[in-house]
């Protein structure tokens, strides 16, 4: 579970140049819509990856955060009628604020125990959702207007808005890159990887751990905020256990504890959701645990993670 | 000078051109037909690829019979029952396929979420699978057409027909979340008002799986009726353990939201006795027959309402489509409103400002295991609900476009 140094790291800000290229010009190539979807779960995955790649904790209540977050800024466009920036800031902060309160629940706890107080604090979220009005139970919170970012660009144009979506993406990579490559990140892999070592040499695990699952969960709900003003919805899907389990998927997939990982599984998943039922039907869902399995049990670093273990084979060869 | 008159002669050319290919007026040279639906989750039995076959069938029936000149192009899609799906197939088929109407829908979120969308880009929207009420009311729009049946109808339906047969003590089993809860007001309301009583309720969670402690309630309050006030697998579930319990048939109970797929997968043994109200039958006239016989050659089940209304909205709108000699949304949604639905599953079926289609519905009793005498013969219909009754009266409606 070493990070990965040498050749596959000293050439990451030359791939993350070119992949930001591809990621200006998409558009044109590909359906807006489609892409800002990926980019959403993506950044929904790299929060969650941050946690569980790097911190080492496994939370089954991300959610919890995607959803709360999407119906908050769903309700501050709709109803209050702020512009979308104060939308989305409203859903991260929120969101932020939810994971502050489940992280120093939850991070009392270690393990199996982590994930299942995680697990059932969305499951109360996921009734609230259900129960109160305002949220439109399991009819969604439906008819969210896109507005006018900062009052001006109108983004019911589907290129302004996956510009400020890819925008919005850029910012939170970079966060969890920064929080990845800071002191602070160091500390994180040394608490997932030995965690008694970590308190003997005097840091406060807890703050540390509660600080990670705060960005994380901030992160994740500004992909949900974002998302609802893309879909100019938010439905109960963002806040069912379905979804905690699927960003595990996808996480796991890309490659878990690598940078670009949640990415690539992000863009997988989506992709196969999105493209596969119309030719195959019901056999989706069958289809996905057979992806799943062979990836844990043959290639378990994921996409990324094998990708980079081969350069880095042939890199010292 | 030459060249301009040549410009000149040119652009009159073109233009006739135009104006002689504007004919058909439609957009494309074809009309193109969206059917976004549930292909691999609960519901696709009760809509999914019946929907389409039913989809197909109305097309091929409108080519034979009225030969259009223009063509007719059918898309479909899996939205999962996930909001954000249709939401995006929605848009997807409008911005780059150029989809006309975008029909089924089944699940009311993605209802909903399609609505908003056919309703920023102009396109029509046919729902046959959704049952909330909200479609018509709150959130009604001028794009939008609910053909099959809403809650209110099946609910308030068998409500009325079960009390003024006689059923007039009510017990409701009723999942606690507000569908649930609007369900078991609407019905409770007509019990009262119809002469019956509710003499209690339980509200169980959802979703949930063991009914067992709500059950017994229900069968110590020592109601004729229990109301199942819920939907989809846990009213199956609910009938299952009310047969293993010994409820039914001493108490009978009334689902409030069910379909036939539902009576076919519980089987008639324990379901034997139950009221429900459909907007369909297969058996009930030599029409309904001849047209269910042909779906079930290929699709080997019998058609639901849904899958029933899915080939009578998409021939109607066909038909509004020719008659109108446009796919313009506005002029063909006027020319569907006008024209009455006169088939196979409606007689003088009307669509009204609100969007909702009316028309009559029936009260069915299922049938005893040894009353069946061939597959798929689980009903008797034991009332006709006229379409002014069967759903909710204008009078009543919280749609905007509804002027009071």
């Known amino acids: 579970m070493n990070a990965p140094v040498s050749f596959a790291e000293s050439k990451l800000p030359l791939l993350l140049g070119a992949l930001f290229v591809i990621g200006l010009i998409a558009p044109f190539a590909v359906y807006p819509t489609f892409l800002m979807k990926i980019l959403c779960y993506a950044l929904f995955a790299c929060a969650f990856n941050l946690l569980l790649g790097f911190a080492g904790l496994l939370s089954f209540g991300h959610a919890a955060f995607l959803g709360t977050a999407g119906y908050v800024c769903g309700m501050m466009v709709r109803d209050v009628g702020v512009t979308p920036e104060v939308g989305i800031l409203a859903g991260t902060v929120a969101a932020g604020l939810l994971g502050w309160l489940f992280g120093w629940l939850a991070i009392k706890r270690t393990g199996i125990y982590f994930a299942m107080i995680t697990l059932a604090l969305a499951q109360m979220v996921f009734f609230l959702a259900i129960q109160i009005k305002e949220t439109g139970g399991e009819d969604g919170l439906q008819g969210v207007p896109r507005g006018h970012l900062f009052g001006l660009l109108d983004l019911s144009d589907n290129i302004a808005m996956y510009y400020l979506v890819f925008a919005i993406f850029c910012f939170g990579f970079f966060v969890i890159y920064r929080t990845i490559h800071s002191p602070f990140g160091q500390i994180l892999k040394a608490i997932r990887e030995n965690e008694p070592r970590a308190i003997s040499l005097g840091y406060d695990v807890a703050k540390f751990k509660l600080i990670a699952f705060i960005i994380s969960a901030a992160l994740a709900g500004m992909a949900g905020a974002t998302k609802t003003l893309v879909f100019q919805l938010a439905s109960l899907s963002d806040v069912h256990w379905h979804a905690s389990g699927e960003v595990v998927l996808m996480t796991l997939l890309g490659g878990l504890g690598t940078i670009l990982g949640p990415v690539v599984g992000a863009a997988t998943i989506v992709t196969l959701q999105t493209q596969m039922p119309d030719s195959v039907g019901s056999w989706v869902t069958v289809i996905m645990g057979v992806i799943f399995v062979i990836c844990v049990l043959s290639f378990r670093r994921g996409i990324v993670g094998e990708l980079q273990a081969l350069i880095k084979r042939s890199g010292v060869n | ?404």
């Open chain 2, 1 to 404: 000078m030459l060249s301009r008159k040549y410009a000149k002669t040119a652009c009159a050319a073109a233009l006739a051109a135009l104006s002689l290919g504007a004919q058909a007026q439609v957009s494309g040279g074809s009309v193109k037909i969206g059917v976004l639906t549930d292909l691999s989750g609960t519901y696709s039995d009760l809509a999914g690829s019946g929907a389409v076959l039913a989809t197909r069938m109305a097309i091929d029936d409108f080519i034979a019979n009225e030969k259009p000149n223009f063509k007719i192009e059918v898309v479909t899609a899996d939205h999962q029952n996930k909001a954000d799906i249709a939401s995006n197939k929605a848009r997807e088929w409008i911005e780059r396929e150029n989809v006309d109407t975008v029909t089924e829908l089944v699940t009311t979120s993605t209802a909903l979420a399609v609505m908003k969308v056919a309703k920023e880009k102009d396109r029509l929207v046919i729902m046959n699978g959704p049952a909330s009420t909200p479609i018509t009311n709150e959130q009604c729009n001028d794009v939008s057409v609910h053909y099959t049946y809403d809650t209110y109808a099946v609910a308030n339906g068998t409500a009325k027909a079960v009390t003024t047969q006689g059923g007039k003590s009510w017990f409701f089993l009723t999942a606690d979340y507000a569908f649930g809860h609007a369900l078991e007001k609407d019905s409770s309301t007509v019990v009262l008002a119809n002469g019956g009583k509710v003499v209690g309720s339980v509200r169980h969670p959802f979703p949930g799986s063991d009914f067992s402690s709500f059950l017994l309630k229900a069968q110590a309050s020592g109601a004729q009726v229990i109301g199942l006030a819920n939907a989809g697998a846990d009213t199956t579930n609910a009938i299952k353990q009310a047969a293993e319990f010994g409820i039914t048939p001493k108490q009978s109970l009334a689902g409030l939201l069910m379909f036939i797929t539902d009576i076919h997968a519980l089987g008639l043994k324990s379901t034997q006795g139950m009221y429900l109200t459909e907007g369909f039958y297969w058996d009930r006239t030599d029409e309904t027959r001849a047209w269910s016989k042909r779906f079930f050659d290929k699709q080997k089940k019998m058609p639901t309402m849904v899958q029933a209304g899915q080939y009578s909205s998409i021939y109607h709108y066909l038909r509004a489509v020719k008659a109108a000699g446009t796919d313009d949304t506005s002029k063909v949604m006027a020319m569907m409103k006008k024209t009455p639905i006169n088939d196979f599953f409606a007689k003088n079926g009307q669509i009204r400002d609100d969007g909702r289609m009316v028309h009559d519905m029936y009260l069915m009793q299922v049938k005893k295991p040894a009353d069946s005498k061939y597959p798929w013969d689980y009903y008797t219909i034991k009332a006709t609900i006229p379409a002014a009754e069967a759903f909710q009266p204008l009078a009543l409606s919280r749609c905007p476009l509804i002027k009071k």
